[in-house]
């Protein structure tokens, strides 16, 4: 009873018919269509230079948006909390009401 019981692939019965076989067929190409010109090569754009100021201003800009955004999930996780320990007291409020009677 609790032992699996491992199923058995049955036997095909009565005449089993083999694939059909695909004969191979000769492609013959249409007419040869004449390769595009070459394009020419896009202008190369100068690279972006940083000079000292630019860099501190990025990491200025960087320091400050990790600093906004950890500002509003802390604050957000605060609000979780807050909201949290009212619902638990009135749960407990409205236990120690409703059990009393």
């Known amino acids: ?24 067929v000769t492609i013959t190409p249409a007419t040869q269509v004449p390769q595009p010109a070459p394009a020419a090569p896009a202008p190369s754009r100068p690279a972006v230079q940083l000079t000292p100021g630019s860099a501190l201003t990025l990491l200025g800009g960087g320091t400050a ?5 950890g500002a509003v999930l802390v604050s957000m996780l605060l609000a979780v909390a807050i909201t949290a320990a009212s619902v638990a007291v009135c749960a407990a409020v409205t236990r120690s009401l409703l059990t009393k009677r």
């Open 1 to 24: 009873m609790f032992r699996p019981k491992i199923p058995t692939m049955p036997q095909p019965t009565g005449l089993v018919t083999p694939p059909a076989v695909a004969e191979p």
């Open 65 to 69: 948006v990790v600093l906004v955004v």
